[in-house]
């Protein structure tokens, strides 16, 4: 199961990436078309309300894979210096912490969703319902959560970390 979540979370994260490189294209096209707006080019429309929804779906496609390979960042100053009961002291709390963090954020983006469709609420150019951003930030979301939860039982000790895993960076808090 935490072997399934854990690859879930890379081809979100991949799928995010695919996202970026298509947002930087439109974003280079749309600069070149007004640099050659004399020639009859001109920006494409709406691309800031694009650019604005797909990085916000890519943010939450690319947090679960940061988490899961403990490539969040981290204060080392005093952690390193204390005893391991202590530093798995603050694993603990700090997986659930975040664990708890991150099922409040899903639960209010799930409900901000359901309030833009419910008011038909569109951006101003290209008219795009909003909440469709909404409905792949809540995809990436739940990817989340089942991220998150993974981390909580493996720092707990219920579940081991998959077979040949080796997460980057710092495998502490």
């Not at 935490?2 to 294209?25: M, Q």
Request: net charge negative; aromatic share 14%.
């Amino acid at each position: 199961m935490i072997a399934f979540i854990y690859r879930l979370s890379k081809w979100t994260a991949l799928l995010g990436g695919l996202l970026l490189v298509a947002l930087t294209l439109m974003v280079v096209t749309s600069v070149a078309g007004r640099a050659l707006i004399d020639v009859g080019l001109g920006p494409i429309p709406g691309d800031f309300e694009l650019l604005e929804a797909g990085i916000g779906i890519a943010v939450f496609f690319f947090l679960p894979w940061c988490y899961v390979r403990y490539s969040h960042a981290t204060v080392d100053l005093l952690y390193m210096h204390m005893p391991r009961w202590f530093q798995r002291g603050i694993d603990v709390f700090s997986a659930l912490l975040m664990l708890a963090v991150w099922l409040v954020l899903t639960t209010m983006l799930w409900e901000g969703m359901l309030e833009k469709r419910e008011y038909m609420e569109t951006t101003f150019i290209l008219l795009m319902p909003v909440w469709w951003a909404y409905a792949f930030c809540v995809v990436g979301a739940v990817v989340g959560c089942l991220a998150y939860l993974a981390r909580a039982l493996t720092v707990l000790g219920i579940f081991k970390e998959p077979e040949g895993w080796a997460p980057e960076g710092n495998t502490g808090h």
